[in-house]
């Protein structure tokens, strides 16, 4: 049905930026218009957590960590899903993780390492 595909990850120096990107491959344009679309991140030692939310209808939601310099939006015509991270701080290092819902059911990508550090 759905299988995220991250990509955009890196080494950064604090203060820059990254854009990460995620496509929904296999999700036919109906299955896409009604998918929530997330990104988490797992930091070594921590658990997972939410970083980012769009869903179907476009309302955001934001972890208050990176609110105010994370933003996510979503390309309908290319079924990709976008996390533009600006002002990177060293604590953002981790591996971000693509997750889409879909009718109850979740996906998940592989995930991109992002580091951020002098």
């Known amino acids: 049905q759905v299988q995220p595909v991250e990509s955009g990850g890196g080494l950064v120096q604090p203060g820059e930026s990254l854009r990460l990107s995620c496509l929904a491959s296999r999700a036919i344009l109906s299955t896409w218009s009604a998918l929530t679309m997330a990104w988490y991140r797992q930091a070594p030692g921590l658990q997972r957590e939410l970083v980012a939310q769009?869903?179907?209808?476009?309302?955001?939601t934001y972890a208050d960590s990176v609110q105010g310099r994370f933003t996510i939006t979503k390309n309908n015509a290319k079924r990709t899903a976008y996390l533009q991270m600006d002002n990177l701080r060293a604590e953002d290092t981790a591996v971000y993780y693509c997750?889409?819902?879909?009718?109850?059911?979740?996906?998940w990508g592989q995930g991109t390492q992002v580091t951020v550090s002098s």
């Open positions: 997750n889409a819902i879909f009718r109850g059911s979740t996906f």
């Open positions: 769009i869903t179907d209808r476009g309302t955001t």
